[in-house]
């Protein structure tokens, strides 16, 4: 009985010092983030401290939580309290760079084509951005885990020394804020077709995990922009090919006729891509804004007038002005991305 007692005793102390450790890694990790973030994304102290309250509360927030993560080993309760009361601090700020209103969310950086010194810059942003949230969400739920009455318990041991109600907490919080913030969206930007084109179509093989798209958009002046891709899914990043021309005297007469009286389409309206999810799939996008109403029509059509398929095949067979290679990227890993955006 005595050595039942002495080893349950000796359980619940080193369940006590996992604790700890964990919340003071979590804790410190979590001021560390914040504070980096600041320092790469503002100015410090520019003018009157008054005028610098939405920098001066996060940092605050922070250093809480970096004297939390000591004093966590001597003081718990007080330590955790001042855990808790530096992560509401920040929360505020935080709240608006994770989850801006009029921006895009920051997984969406993740998306941005190329390999200019910006686009890395803006990765390093996200990822800061990420982290420390999910840092915070962490912080906010050890702090308050911890700070429950040791007459709460699981599996015989107190509640406040359990690691994985947070732990599966935070998880979730991430895996949902991913999902939701990637899909549908292709890149991070608000509307890339401010010049619309006159006619647009977008041609998406899928042969298992390959797909192969072709995008073509023919202006009103005769230029026409191709881009082509061989990409798979659960693939992050892949190259593709983008070219610009003009069109031939006979393809430029094809293309005003059918702007100017457009084919019926047989097809179903979408409203947002779906990928295909059969094995197999052949699809067509049709988009063409004609002289009636100037409303454009867009279309998932199964089967293509022959003098749109004809513009389509002949175009990307013309002389090509400028071509070049680019990284695309999808956070999504092919299951969100939009070729039709």
Not at 192 to 202: A, E, G, K, T
Not at 290 to 302: F, L, N, Q, W, Y
Request: hydrophobic share 45%.
């Amino acid at each position: 009985m005595l050595w039942t007692e002495a080893a349950c005793s000796k359980q619940m102390i080193a369940a006590k010092r996992r604790s700890e450790i964990l919340a003071a890694t979590i804790y410190l990790s979590a001021a560390l983030f914040m504070l980096l973030y600041l320092r790469l994304y503002f100015y410090w102290i520019r003018d009157m401290w008054a005028d610098n309250l939405q920098e001066i509360v996060p940092l605050l927030g922070a250093a809480m939580l970096l004297v939390s993560s000591i004093r966590v080993f001597m003081v718990r309760r007080f330590a955790d309290v001042i855990a808790l009361a530096g992560a509401i601090l920040a929360w505020p700020y935080f709240r608006l760079a994770a989850f801006p209103r009029y921006t895009f969310s920051p997984w969406l950086a993740f998306n941005l084509p190329g390999e200019s010194s910006e686009i890395r810059s803006a990765f390093l942003v996200s990822t800061l951005v990420i982290l420390t949230t999910s840092l915070m969400v962490a912080a906010t739920a050890y702090s308050v885990l911890r700070l429950t009455p040791r007459t709460w318990s699981s599996g015989g041991l107190p509640l406040r020394d359990r690691a994985w109600p947070a732990s599966v907490l935070t998880f979730l919080f991430t895996v949902v804020w991913y999902f939701s913030a990637v899909t549908p969206y292709q890149i991070p930007i608000f509307d890339i077709h401010q010049n619309l084109p006159y006619i647009s179509m977008v041609h998406v093989e899928k042969h298992g995990l390959q797909l192969h798209e072709t995008s073509l958009a023919i202006y009103r002046d005769g230029q026409f922009y191709l881009a082509q891709n061989e990409r798979r899914l659960f693939q992050y990043s892949f190259r593709r090919t983008l070219a610009t021309g003009v069109l031939t005297e006979d393809c430029f007469q094809l293309f005003h006729d059918l702007a100017n009286s457009p084919p019926e389409l047989n097809g179903s309206d979408v409203s947002s891509y779906v990928p295909p999810k059969t094995w197999n799939a052949d699809r067509w996008f049709v988009f063409i804004q004609g002289k009636a109403g100037r409303k454009p029509i867009k279309k998932d059509v199964s089967v293509v007038p022959e003098q749109l398929l004809g513009l389509f095949q002949n175009a990307q067979k013309l002389p090509q002005e400028r071509t070049r290679l680019e990284t695309a990227r999808d956070a999504c890993l092919g299951f969100c991305y939009d070729p039709t955006y």
